[in-house]
Structure formats: C-alpha cells, structure tokens
C-alpha cells in the first residue's frame, strides 16, 4: 500500500489515472442509477458494444477515436432507443444484432487502417493507467454535460424511470425524455471505456448503482452513495492492480462484484437482525 501511495506521488501516469477514476465515478454514479431503477442493462450493453464500430471507423480516418466513439455512442442510443419505443417484440434480437456488428465492424476498420498499430485489448477491457491528459480534458467536459443535463431535467427523469404513464398525463415528452436519458448513459459509457473497457463498462455502470440500490430508495441518495462506491471500487482496484501487477479494469470490476456480494451479504445479516428485534418486541 505504501509502495502505491509512493508512486503516486512520484508518477504522472498514476495521477492521471485516479483523476480519471474521480471522473468516471462521478459519470458512473448518476447515469448507472437511472440504468438499475429504468432496467436498461442489456439497452446500455448494445451501446457499449457498438461504439467500437466508430472507434475504428475513426481510426481509418485518422480521427481521435475518443470522437469517434462519442458519435457513435450519441447515434447507437438514438437508435437503441426508437427500437425500445416502437419495436418491443424484436427489441433483443435487434440490439444483439447492433452489439455484434458494431464490434465486427470497428475490428475491421481498424484492421484495415494503414500502419494499423491499434491495442485493440485497451479498448477491449480498458487501461486506466495509459489515460493523458487531454483524455482527461474530454472526460471532465463529458461529466459536465451529464451533470448538467441530470441537474436540469433531474424530475422529468425521475418520472420517466418511475411512472411513464403519469408522465404522459402530466404532458411531459416521454419518448425524446428516454432518448436523452439514452444519450447520457452513452456519454458515461464512453468516459468508462477508459477504465474498464467495453467488455465490462457494464459492471462499472450497473455495480454501484445496484449497492447504493439496497440501501436507499431515493435517486438523489442513490445517486451520491454510488458514486462514492464507484470511486472505492476503481481507488482499492487500482491499488490492488499496481501491487499485484495485474491488468487494471479487470481487477477493478472483480473489487466491484465483491463489493455488490459483500453488500448482499450484510443487507441479509441486517434484514434477519431487525426480524429477530421485531419477534422478541412480539
């Protein structure tokens, strides 16, 4: 732990990195809500999976592939979310489809990129320790536009996830509402490819939010205690990875699934203590 600690004081990488981490916890923690209490996972998995198609094409075009990946995170939640809206009956046939082309279709752009020299593996499972610093610039403006947009429309939301039939009655446009909610979780899944890559973003999006679920039922509250999870699992996975020298992303979503187990854990302990009081006051 000292020998971390150390390094991070020394090391520019190391700093970066748990910047990062700050950022895609703050992103995480508000959008992963919305995704656990709305039950959008496999929604938010199609479009993790399908920005690789335009992380490639913008390699063969010589782009930033960070824009690369914006773009098509903004048009595959576009997309993921009229199916949702007005095709349920094929909706999980047809986000497979989008999840497995995207991919072929980023693999394949980038294989035919000239003096290809891409890590597909980084983009695969994440390397939170090769994040520079105008990374960091493009991530922090992605979290301002999440909070932004959540600080703005933070009731509408609220009644989208919880109530769309009394959203409707309450004239609110539900459908372009769900939409931007898709075009938020998007963004955070383009900040999370940095960490953990987008095999597992979804672990990272869905863990915190889904502890912070057990023990608060209100958003706001929910919204603040994943975000601080969302830290602790990638701060102590980061430890852990530097000191073990094993890859980042991967151990920080193992600290995440252990954290969500351990959480059952005491929310069962806690549950069966408070029936044991409510027997003996019987």
Same mark, same amino acid.
């Given at each position: 732990?000292?020998?971390?600690?150390?390094?991070?004081?020394?090391?520019?990488? #190391?700093?970066n990195?748990i910047?990062?981490?700050? #950022?895609?916890?703050?992103?995480?923690?508000?959008?992963?809500v919305?995704?656990?209490?709305?039950?959008?996972?496999?929604?938010?998995?199609?479009?993790?999976?399908?920005?690789?198609?335009?992380? &490639?094409?913008?390699y063969?075009l010589?782009?930033?592939?960070?824009? &690369?990946?914006?773009?098509?995170?903004?048009?595959?939640?576009?997309?993921?979310?009229?199916?949702?809206?007005?095709?349920?009956?094929?909706?999980?046939?047809?986000?497979? $489809?989008?999840?497995?082309v995207?991919?072929?279709?980023?693999?394949?752009f980038?294989?035919?990129?000239?003096?290809?020299?891409?890590?597909?593996?980084?983009?695969?499972?994440?390397?939170?320790?090769?994040?520079?610093?105008?990374?960091?610039?493009?991530?922090?403006?992605?979290?301002?536009?999440?909070?932004?947009?959540?600080?703005?429309?933070?009731?509408?939301?609220?009644?989208?996830?919880?109530?769309?039939?009394?959203?409707?009655?309450?004239?609110?446009?539900?459908?372009?509402?769900?939409?931007?909610?898709?075009?938020?979780?998007?963004?955070?899944?383009?900040?999370?490819?940095?960490?953990?890559?987008?095999?597992?973003?979804?672990?990272?999006?869905?863990?915190?939010? $889904?502890?912070? &679920?057990?023990?608060?039922?209100?958003?706001?509250?929910?919204?603040?205690?994943?975000?601080?999870?969302?830290?602790?699992?990638?701060?102590?996975?980061?430890?852990?990875?530097?000191?073990?020298?094993?890859?980042?992303?991967?151990?920080?979503?193992?600290?995440?699934?252990?954290?969500?187990?351990?959480?059952l &854990?005491?929310?069962?302990?806690?549950?069966?203590?408070?029936?044991?009081?409510?027997?003996?006051?019987?």
């Amino acid at each position: 732990m000292g020998e971390f600690f150390g390094a991070l004081l020394q090391y520019n990488f #190391l700093q970066n990195a748990i910047l990062a981490g700050v #950022l895609s916890s703050l992103a995480c923690g508000v959008t992963g809500v919305y995704v656990v209490v709305k039950r959008i996972t496999f929604i938010s998995g199609g479009i993790a999976h399908a920005i690789l198609g335009g992380i &490639g094409v913008a390699y063969y075009l010589g782009k930033d592939p960070l824009y &690369g990946a914006v773009v098509t995170a903004l048009l595959s939640a576009f997309l993921l979310g009229m199916i949702n809206l007005t095709a349920r009956q094929h909706e999980d046939t047809i986000i497979g $489809a989008l999840w497995a082309v995207g991919m072929a279709v980023g693999i394949i752009f980038m294989t035919l990129t000239p003096g290809y020299s891409v890590d597909l593996m980084s983009f695969l499972f994440g390397n939170i320790l090769m994040v520079t610093t105008p990374v960091l610039r493009v991530l922090f403006s992605l979290d301002l536009v999440i909070l932004l947009v959540v600080t703005v429309f933070y009731r509408q939301f609220l009644l989208v996830c919880y109530d769309e039939e009394y959203a409707r009655l309450r004239g609110l446009p539900v459908k372009a509402l769900y939409i931007l909610l898709l075009a938020l979780i998007a963004l955070t899944v383009v900040i999370l490819i940095k960490v953990v890559g987008l095999i597992m973003v979804i672990a990272l999006l869905t863990l915190p939010a $889904a502890v912070a &679920g057990l023990f608060t039922h209100q958003l706001r509250h929910m919204m603040i205690l994943a975000s601080g999870l969302g830290l602790l699992f990638i701060l102590v996975g980061l430890v852990f990875s530097y000191q073990l020298n094993l890859p980042s992303g991967a151990t920080i979503v193992i600290i995440a699934g252990f954290g969500y187990l351990g959480a059952l &854990g005491l929310r069962k302990i806690a549950l069966g203590f408070t029936r044991r009081k409510q027997d003996e006051s019987c």
